[in-house]
């Protein structure tokens, strides 16, 4: 029961935080929306479906990596030691995967509106089972980024580190997404999909695992 208050004493404040420095939000909302914007107006509906996919989630993985790297690269000293004596390391990465999550399936949502309204129209068969890869592959880059960011925070060059650990880990599991919105995209039955997400979903777990066993040692340093 500790464990779990500790999560939840970390996620409101990262939520506090977060409502008190308004401008980062901000700043990734107009990100998304000033890409989206730039592909309508210099493609103008150009390309094919599939194609407006996959601009769809390269964009979606650099907002992911201006969003999830702020962490632990973000935080003090200061703020780090407080973390220290405010809860265990455990709590603190899990309360981390938690709120990136939800933080990254709220802009990967948002995104997704802006760019269905401007760039790639109503050619998405099911709506629904996109919304659902979109939710899914969000995780993944969270889950991921949040793991390599508490590593790269702890180098000294840490934006070099953060590209060269988050590459084999995203690149993957961004190809799996790619592969299984395409699906929803010509509007393929959920039993197409199944064993894609179920891997996603595995990969999540797997990452939230290994971060909850890694960190302790990271922390340590």
């Known amino acids: 029961m500790r464990f779990w208050r500790e999560v939840g004493g ?10 008190k420095q308004k401008y980062a939000i901000y700043g990734l909302g107009l990100y998304a929306i000033t ?3 730039v592909v309508s107006l210099g493609l103008q509906r150009s390309l094919p ?14 907002i992911s990596v201006n969003a999830v790297a ?4 973000g935080e003090s000293p200061g703020q780090l ?7 265990g390391p455990r709590a603190i990465i899990t309360a981390k995967l938690i709120y990136n999550c939800l933080l990254m399936a709220a802009i990967a949502m948002l995104t997704l509106l802006f760019y269905v309204w401007l760039a790639a129209g ?18 993944t880059f969270a889950a991921n980024l949040t793991l390599v960011s508490a590593i790269a925070a702890r180098a000294q060059n840490k934006s070099t580190l953060l590209a060269v650990l988050s590459f084999p880990l ?22 197409d999909m199944v064993g894609e ?5 595995s990969f999540i777990v797997i990452i939230a695992a290994v971060s909850v066993i890694l960190f302790p040692y990271i922390w340590r340093e």
Request: glycine share 8%; proline share 4%.
């Open 122 to 139: 109503a050619g998405i068969a099911a709506p629904g089972q996109y919304c659902v890869a979109v939710i899914i592959g969000s995780w």
């Open 81 to 87: 030691l407080y973390l220290y004596n405010l809860a």
């Open 10 to 19: 970390l996620i409101q404040k990262e939520l506090q935080l977060e409502w």
């Open 170 to 191: 995203v690149v993957p599991q961004m190809l799996v997404s790619i592969s299984v919105s395409g699906k929803a995209i010509l509007g393929q039955p959920w039993s």
């Open 197 to 201: 997400l179920g891997f996603s979903i």
């Open 49 to 62: 479906m599939q194609a407006w996919n996959v601009i769809f989630w390269i964009i979606l993985l650099f």
């Open 35 to 37: 890409m989206v914007l």
């Open 70 to 73: 702020k962490s632990f690269m």
